[in-house]
């Protein structure tokens, strides 16, 4: 057999962030490739959509292609729609599987029954009559008594991404690295299997907690039926459906990565109990310019007390809480400026209800929305960063802040607490570099931002420890050489064809 021709030594698998939205992850990602000159990257990017979308990044020199795969797509007509129906029923189990407790088998044996039937294209799973029998049977089998109509377009989502993902053409890499589960670490796990070569996945937050969140706040997968219809309220609902689905992709990525990569070690917690194997876990944080951010000195000019909310203007960053408490915050200290530096526009409505809060109590001279800055040119005029967020997982703005001597005062989520107070077996012990607060409390949170600004000596105290401990355990430097002795590692090892054969 002759060796494969590869397109690049790294394809890195990305979901909804870089290079077409702003923020940390998109951020580390951009700079993880540039740290690694010497290596050819390729990016497989998965959007929700085939709407034109603008780079929010120049790409570097060493990305020799980029692939997108729109999850959801405007679908062509029904080639085979009579060969179909013996193909929908061989897919029915492992489909059924798959959204309820699925495994990296049964993703193989979709990808053994679409191959075998070459001449099926996306629109014939989805838009066929046998396919609309195979909904009716899943629904039956899932959730009846919910609303059909509702099960039907949350399968063609669940189901459509997934289809979309598995006819894409994929570049030949010599490692699979994802940037989190779900869709994406279908694609990892899709390419472990084809090409037998490894797979490295590295989860910021986790990915099936973020979505538990947005499924429980969704109020249309909700089954809110009257007690009069003798339905049982303990039944399953398509927010199950939702659930077990995303969880039985992770499980699926987890399966088929040879490293499981996470940035501290609350996360993997998380991904034991959706299946990941312990022996394939690893803790590698993120880092930051921690040299060239220190070089920062507080600017002279006179100025009031200023605080920033540093992230993009969406309800996962909790801005509401950040208002309120700033509303809070110019009882004790009336002077205060509040600065939100990040992205407004990914979320309009959310923006716009934003505006409205600032306006209903009276901020609107204290309180500015600065849109996405170049933040080394603020970092010098800010007294302490807030973030009120509702789920983070290690932010980066925490450790560019901490860089530059600037305290915190942050929500009790992700690794925050870590950064913040240090781990507990942190040596030497460094002391708190900022203040941690419930979620949803714009009561602590002004009063722990009121400690913070009143006391100089406090803050100043604060901000030296978290510059140390940046210093120490979060050197941008030293995750870089990491991440390359880890790329070299998989880039040499031979195709597994025990993989492909998994």
């Known amino acids: 057999m002759n060796s494969p021709t590869y397109d690049c030594d790294v394809c890195l698998i990305l979901e909804g962030a870089y290079p077409y939205v702003p923020g940390g992850v998109s951020s580390w990602a951009h700079d993880l490739i540039k740290a690694h000159a010497d290596l050819r990257f390729h990016l497989v990017v998965l959007c929700a959509d085939s709407a034109p979308r603008n780079l929010c990044f120049e790409l570097p020199e060493n990305v020799v292609g980029m692939a997108t795969i729109a999850l959801q797509q405007e679908e062509k007509s029904v080639r085979n729609a009579a060969s179909t129906r013996a193909l929908m029923a061989a897919l029915e189990e492992p489909l059924q599987r798959l959204l309820c407790a699925g495994s990296l088998a049964d993703l193989y044996e979709l990808l053994r029954l679409l191959r075998a039937h070459p001449a099926t294209c996306r629109a014939d799973l989805l838009n066929s009559q046998a396919s609309f029998e195979l909904v009716q049977r899943m629904y039956l089998r899932t959730v009846p008594g919910s609303s059909f109509l509702r099960y039907f377009w949350s399968w063609r989502s669940l189901l459509g991404g997934l289809f979309s993902l598995l006819f894409a053409p994929l570049p030949q890499a010599r490692v699979y690295h994802a940037i989190s589960t779900g869709y994406a670490g279908l694609v990892l796990a899709r390419a472990t299997l084809e090409t037998g070569r490894p797979g490295l996945l590295t989860e910021h937050g986790i990915y099936t907690n973020e979505r538990r969140i947005e499924i429980m706040m969704a109020n249309w997968l909700a089954d809110d039926l009257p007690p009069s219809l003798g339905v049982d309220h303990a039944r399953r609902d398509l927010r199950n459906v939702w659930n077990d689905a995303f969880s039985s992709y992770s499980r699926i990525c987890y399966q088929a990565a040879s490293r499981i990569i996470t940035l501290y070690k609350g996360n993997q917690l998380l991904q034991m109990r959706d299946g990941a194997p312990p022996e394939r876990l690893m803790i590698i944080a ?16 006179p100025r009031p007390p200023t605080v920033a909310l540093i992230g993009r203007v969406v309800p996962i960053k909790d801005v509401k809480t950040f208002i309120r408490a700033i509303a809070l915050l110019r009882v004790t200290v009336p002077d205060v400026q509040a600065l939100v530096l990040g992205p407004a ?31 080394a040119d603020h970092l010098g005029r800010i007294d302490v960063v807030t973030l009120t967020s509702i789920s983070e997982a290690q932010p980066l703005v925490l450790l560019e802040a901490g860089a530059a001597r ?12 870590e950064i913040i107070d240090g781990r507990a077996d942190e040596q030497p012990s460094l002391g708190p570099g900022g203040r941690v607060v419930p979620p949803g409390n714009p009561a602590e949170t002004a009063r722990a931002l009121a400690q913070i600004l ?7 105290r604060y901000g030296e420890s978290i510059q140390r401990r940046v210093t120490l355990h979060y050197n941008k430097n030293v995750i870089d050489r990491i991440y390359g002795d880890l790329y070299r590692e998989y880039i040499q090892m031979p195709d597994s064809s025990q993989r492909r054969a998994a």
């Open 286 to 301: 993120n880092g930051v310019d921690a040299d060239g951010l220190s070089r920062i000195s507080v600017d002279p000019a």
């Open 345 to 375: 526009d990914e979320d309009p409505g959310y923006m716009a209800e934003c505006q409205s809060m600032v306006a209903h109590l009276g901020l609107q001279e204290a309180f500015h929305f600065l849109g996405k800055v170049r933040l």
């Open 406 to 417: 600037v305290p915190s005062v942050a929500t009790d989520v992700g690794s925050c607490r």
């Open 454 to 460: 009143k006391d100089p000596t406090l803050r100043l």
